[in-house]
């Protein structure tokens, strides 16, 4: 059973456009939500991790926006970049027990 | 911030033979580390949680005399793949879990066994 599920798959955009990526998760006793950027061949990095008692959290062109009720968390890329390009899970964990992850999405930038 | 190295970064090896893969916290101790498996276009599967002094704990399905976790240290886990066969080809990356920056992941291990 998939603890969280992530969507779209795949997606694709435009230089300056604004990629959302979604997950749900069905574990009320999650309370950590982090998403990492993995680029091919190398190892996952954190970009931005949000806990239950807020409902946006923004790091520089990172947007998290979470919704406690709806059970769902969304990523927000602003003004995209190709180098932005990557694959990103969304994950989530009860305290620091294991990360369950969302099988992942491949974002294309195009120039 | 936290670093995690992990070595090598691909590894070929025959059809057998075992392969030792390291991953090191360099600034920081590491109570807890854990190891992923990870195929092409995938997810990560978590094969195991180790904790510093004690046994692995392998996730279900995990072949416990195949995969040999060792976290003898704060700052050393290594994961061994013994006899490895070309279904064990894939990328292994480890994990470490620390009280201020939370899971911070090493660079992946690709191995390809032939």
């Known amino acids: 059973q998939q603890q969280v599920k992530q969507s779209p798959q795949s997606l694709i955009v435009q230089k300056g456009g604004i990629p959302i990526i979604n997950c749900a998760y069905e574990?009320?006793?999650?309370?950590?939500f982090p998403w990492y950027q993995q680029f091919p061949g190398k190892g996952p990095a954190l970009l931005i991790a949000?806990?239950?008692?807020?409902s946006e959290k923004k790091e520089g062109r990172f947007t998290i926006s979470f919704n406690k009720s709806a059970k769902q968390f969304s990523l927000h890329i602003m003004d995209s970049q190709p180098g932005d390009s990557a694959t990103y899970f969304c994950?989530?964990?009860?305290?620091?027990?294991?990360?369950?992850f969302g099988k992942g999405t491949m974002l294309l930038v195009s120039p | 911030g936290a670093v995690v190295s992990q070595h090598p970064s691909w590894v070929i090896c025959k059809s057998g033979t075992s392969v030792k893969i390291e991953c090191r916290s360099l600034?920081?101790?590491?109570?807890?580390m854990f190891w992923y498996r990870q195929f092409p276009k995938q997810s990560l599967m978590l094969m195991a949680t180790?904790?510093?002094?004690?046994?692995?704990?392998?996730e279900q399905g995990v072949e416990k005399d195949k995969f040999l976790i060792n976290h003898a240290s704060l700052t050393l886990s290594t994961l061994t793949v013994t006899s490895a066969h070309p279904e064990d080809s894939s990328f292994y990356i480890c994990?470490?879990?620390?009280?201020?920056?939370?899971?911070?992941f090493g660079s992946g291990t690709r191995l390809t066994v032939v």
């Open positions: 994990s470490a879990l620390t009280d201020n920056y939370g899971y911070t």
């Open positions: 574990n009320t006793a999650f309370d950590y």
């Open positions: 949000i806990r239950p008692d807020v």
């Open positions: 994950a989530a964990s009860k305290g620091y027990s294991t990360l369950t």
């Open positions: 600034d920081f101790q590491a109570t807890t």
């Open positions: 180790s904790n510093e002094g004690s046994k692995a704990t392998y």
